[in-house]
């Protein structure tokens, strides 16, 4: 009987790991996006020097508190893989696996309170109902968001290690190391990504709600149920008081966002009804990374779908508070708090993007937790209903996998991708703004530019994907053109500045994709020159900070050193060091700049400032080995 019960769920998890790796593994074969290029780029220089390896995990500043452990993985990636995408999606893939045995191993824990015979088979068929889910592929497939999956993997193995150790609080000698071992994978999914901190609310609602503080024997441990209470009303408590104490300096960090606070707030409870439909009945065209069309609320009653949202999310919060008196209700109660406390910070108050996808990949365990309560009360009280119902179960799991391998057949090819994108957001800028760049590399010049106005556009009619500068889509429609062969003319550049003078440009990234197409010398014919001297005109005529950020002006010394053209190199990088003083990376540029300008005095100057960062350890190791270049013998 042992081996059996061993056996067939065994053997049901590794025929849900199978076909989950058939379903994905064309994959490895997709596009980078969005964030991959900003994140992961860099990692280049590591097949020139591994010693840069500690300055890109410790220097990855995408979250608070770094994110080193992810970043760690991408540099592994880098050493021992292909040094391409391929790689690093593939170990994406693997990852998911390994995370289904952990949704899987997190089930089976929590199905020892049912006491279910079957209860390894059930676990493995709603792991597979959580794997092959289509709203994971975005987040598998999106390479930068390896972040989110590790963030969810050391977060089910520390709410797995927490269950351990209750299993053992009714023994004589409890297995304290069990509760040591779960702060482990916390400050490991923490240094994933940092929303791994609603590990410890998680850990509240797991208490409260399903496992009701009982011991082993069924009987109330009133000293674990007054702890968990207090803990619970004060961390909401602290909650609420943090949120309004800070509700100024939040609303400042929105002054980058075309949305306000207060319209993110009505705007979610709408996103999160979007997220539970996209997992249980997906609509496909609208499954992807660009979701910036989808429309904010701007009042309670506009659009007006947003307060029936917010109403029915409150009714949903009354129904689980009033669920105490029942057991089913709370385990019920607990998929639903389990989905709402993983999206706590990302879905709420902080000045993020609207919507994402792989926001819900741990999320989305509290949406499989739901029926599988359901199902474990079913099969208790009516025994009967369990073969018939694990069939329906594994006949999702094949519709499932039937629509999310279709799925990864289109993320494999950037060209269907971007078509799938824009057919399913035919209004997202983002969208048409990679469409138009998979036109311009194959030639299609006016194609290309015509969904770059296309984007434009679309930027202007959606606060979500925030209103493009008029310089950046000028400068994109530069970089388009070089790529489809066919060189914007004076007339058509030189529009760049016409609208907002003061502010000729805002996306540093849109000015770097241009720096990079010097450097590689893509586009020969075009008159760099004419251009540089256009932008000089815009940027140099007056010692004017206000006319960028700092980042700007680093990247126009960029283009200008592509060019060899060391004095604008040189005035741009003065007016960033004003913006910004005493940047380690600035002070470099400034430092070759002046070499090559033949400026000994500021040369020096220069040096001895370097020297004296260097002594005060304020360089990482790759400003550390460029700084001893420039040192005389």
Aim: a neutral charge.
């Amino acid at each position: 009987m042992m081996g059996r019960a061993i056996f067939w769920p065994g053997m049901a998890l590794a025929l849900v790991l199978l076909v989950t790796f058939w379903a994905y593994w064309p994959g490895v074969s997709g596009p980078a996006l969005l964030d991959d290029f900003s994140s992961l780029e860099k990692l280049e220089a590591l097949s020139d020097s591994s010693s840069l390896a500690m300055d890109y995990i410790l220097g990855e500043r995408s979250g608070p508190l770094g994110r080193g452990v992810s970043m760690a993985t991408f540099v592994v990636d880098r050493w021992f893989g292909d040094g391409g995408g391929a790689t690093s999606k593939a170990v994406n893939i693997c990852l998911h696996l390994l995370v289904t045995i952990c949704v899987f191993g997190f089930l089976l824990l929590l199905l020892r309170a049912w006491r279910l015979s079957h209860a390894g088979l059930v676990a493995a068929l709603f792991s597979g109902f959580w794997a092959l889910a289509p709203l994971q592929v975005s987040t598998v497939l999106y390479t930068v968001q390896r972040m989110a999956m590790l963030a969810a993997l050391f977060s089910l193995m520390s709410l797995s290690c927490y269950l351990l150790w209750r299993r053992t609080l009714a023994l004589e000698t409890p297995r304290h190391g069990w509760i040591a071992l779960a702060a482990v994978f916390f400050l490991l999914g923490v240094f994933s990504k940092e929303n791994a901190l609603v590990v410890i609310p998680l850990v509240l609602v797991t208490e409260l709600c399903w496992l009701q503080y009982l011991d082993g024997r069924g009987r109330v441990m009133p000293g674990l149920r007054r702890a968990s209470l207090v803990v619970f009303w004060l961390g909401l408590l602290l909650a609420v008081l943090l949120l309004l104490a800070s509700w100024a300096w939040l609303e400042a960090r929105y002054a980058h966002r075309d949305f306000r606070l207060e319209q993110r707030l009505f705007t979610q409870p709408r996103i999160l009804w979007d997220y539970v439909r996209q997992f249980y009945w997906p609509d496909m065209a609208r499954l992807g990374v660009y979701h910036d069309d989808y429309p904010l609320s701007v009042s309670l009653t506009q659009p007006n779908s947003t307060l029936p949202a917010l109403v029915a999310w409150l009714l949903v919060l009354l129904g689980a508070s009033l669920s105490w008196r029942w057991s089913l209700a709370r385990r019920v109660s607990y998929g639903v708090l389990f989905f709402l406390v993983s999206h706590s910070l990302e879905s709420t108050a902080w000045p993020l993007e609207l919507y994402f996808e792989h926001r819900n990949y741990l999320a989305s365990v509290g949406l499989v937790l739901i029926p599988l309560s359901l199902y474990a009360y079913a099969s208790a009280r009516w025994p009967i209903l369990c073969a018939p119902t694990l069939a329906w179960v594994s006949v999702t799991l094949v519709v499932f996998l039937v629509l999310t391998a279709s799925q990864v057949q289109i993320w494999s090819q950037p060209v269907l991708l971007a078509f799938q994108h824009v057919n399913g957001h035919p209004e997202s800028a983002r969208a048409n703004r990679e469409l138009a760049s998979r036109f311009a590399a194959v030639g299609e010049h006016d194609l290309a530019l015509q969904y770059s106005k296309e984007a434009y556009l679309s930027s202007l009619g959606h606060a979500a994907a925030g209103d493009e500068h008029h310089g950046d889509y000028v400068l994109r429609n530069v970089a388009l053109a070089c790529i489809a062969g066919n060189p914007l003319q004076a007339d058509a550049f030189t529009r760049l500045g016409s609208v907002s003078p003061d502010r000729p440009l805002g996306d540093v990234n849109t000015l770097s994709v241009v720096v990079k197409l010097r450097e590689k010398g893509v586009c020969p014919s075009f008159d760099w020159a004419g251009f540089l001297s256009h932008l000089r005109n815009l940027y140099l005529n007056d010692f004017d900070t206000q006319l960028a950020s700092a980042n700007m002006f680093t990247t126009l010394a960029m283009l200008a050193n592509a060019e060899a053209n060391w004095q604008d190199a040189f005035q741009y990088t003065k007016r960033s060091l004003a913006l910004a003083p005493g940047r380690a990376r600035e002070l470099l540029m400034q430092l070759h700049f002046a070499t090559a300008l033949g400026d000994d005095l500021e040369g020096a100057r220069l040096m001895n400032k370097l020297e004296e960062m260097a002594s005060r350890d304020q360089l990482n190791r790759g400003q550390y080995e460029t700084l001893k270049l420039y040192r005389k013998e």
